[in-house]
Each structure stands twice: as C-alpha cells, then as structure tokens.
C-alpha cells in the first residue's frame, strides 16, 4: 500500500525550531518530487514547498511566507523526506501534511502532524 | 500570492448535480491547463480527485468532472450522493516563482 506517515509535531514557543519526519512506503520514494502543504486549524490549504528528485539534483523551493526559515531535505536511502523550521512564528501553527507529487497534481497525503507555536 | 476564490458553499439534494468555481489570475489559472480539484472530509487528509483540469485519478467515480475557461476552473459533482459532502480545494501551478497555489475551499452540503 503506497503510504506516508508524518511525525515529530509538537508544542514549541515562537523563535524556536522544529524538524518534522515523514516515512514513505510501498513506492520509491527516488522517483518522485515530494512536497510539503499546511493547513491552519479550521483554515484552508498552503502549499509550504517541495524538493525535486535525484535527477533533477534534489532542488528545492519555498513558498515565500516560510522562504529562508524551512528547509526541505530526503533521504532515499531511508524512505524519508524531513522539514526543518527554524524562528517560527506563532502563524505556522498548523498541521503539516507530507505529500507526494505527480507532475503538477498532489496524488498522496500523509494524515499529517500537528504544530502549535506558542509561548 | 493570494488563493485562488471559491465560493463557500455549496448544496444540493442526492442525485442532483452541483457545480464549484474556482476563480484566479492570468499568472495562474489561466495560465496553465494544470488546475487540480481535493476533496477534504472532516478530520481526514485530502484526497485528489481531479488532475490537470480534466483528469481523473484512478477509482476517482466519473459523476467528478472538471473544466476551465480563462480564468476561473470549476468542478461538477453530478448525481450527488451523501459521501460527497466534504470541503473541496482547488489548486493551480502559479509558475516558478510562486508555484502552487490553492483555493479558499467550498463546503459542499448534500440536503
């Protein structure tokens, strides 16, 4: 069963840093782009960024709203991609969803973890 | 970048047909043929149901379609059946430097 399973989301007070884990199964996780997308308690979707797959050398891209404050990495090897986020703010409270990617089209989410930014 | 409108909601009664609007730019909607539509039940995560304006996924049931003009997509659920009600999102490639961008959400109640 192709499948993704977030982890690592928390309480964490705002300036602080989190690094979120999602494990993929039942494909190749080499093969495809991998994006991450938030969604604020009782709010609606935003895409958060993605990384490209070893052909295309791993690039990644960040929504501007958390460029220069989360970093999207993988590691193949483990069937794992991660988000570190770094001086957070009380605004990425959310549950982030690891999604995998198919050309322009999000075809499978993880159920997600929830991050709260609070002091 | 602002999301994509879409009207709150929506409602119909089982078996009739109810159509979603999905209104961007000409950077985004209407720039792409690369729209897709999620379905979200409460609690749960989203689930594609329409790729690329027109496609459906497979096991995706044929009563979903979806089409674009200029600017705005839409997605119709015809022969509405009550495991439709959900909240459903469009998305849009926005180019390089904005990427995606998705939708406000419109909650579709069946009466």
């Known amino acids: 069963e192709v499948q993704l399973v977030e982890s690592g989301g928390g309480l964490v007070q705002p300036g602080g840093s989190l690094r979120l884990s999602c494990a993929a199964s039942g494909f190749a996780l080499s093969d495809h782009y991998m994006d991450w997308a938030r969604q604020a308690p009782g709010k609606g979707l935003e895409w958060v960024g993605r990384?490209?797959?070893?052909?295309?050398?791993?690039?990644?891209e960040y929504a501007a709203s958390v460029r220069g404050r989360f970093t999207i990495s993988r590691d193949d090897s483990k069937s794992s991609l991660y988000l570190q986020m770094n001086s957070l703010k009380t605004e990425d409270t959310a549950l982030y969803y690891c999604?995998?990617?198919?050309?322009?089209?999000?075809?499978?989410w993880g159920p997600g973890t929830m991050v709260t930014v609070s002091s | 970048q602002s999301a994509l409108t879409q009207p709150p909601s929506a409602s119909g009664s089982p078996g009739q047909s109810v159509t979603i609007s999905c209104t961007g730019t000409?950077?985004?909607?209407?720039?792409?043929?690369?729209v897709s539509w999620y379905q979200q039940h409460p609690g749960k995560a989203p689930k594609l149901m329409i790729s690329e304006v027109t496609k459906r996924p497979s096991g995706v049931p044929d009563r979903f379609s979806g089409s674009k003009s200029g600017n705005t997509a839409s997605l119709t659920v015809s022969g509405l059946q009550a495991e439709d009600e959900a909240d459903y999102y469009c998305?849009?490639?926005?180019?390089?430097?904005?990427?995606?961008?998705f939708g406000t959400g419109t909650k579709v109640t069946v009466l």
């Open positions: 998305s849009s490639y926005a180019g390089s430097n904005i990427f995606f961008v």
């Open positions: 990384t490209r797959n070893k052909a295309n050398s791993y690039t990644t």
């Open positions: 999604v995998r990617r198919v050309f322009v089209a999000f075809d499978i």
């Open positions: 000409s950077s985004d909607v209407g720039a792409y043929n690369y």
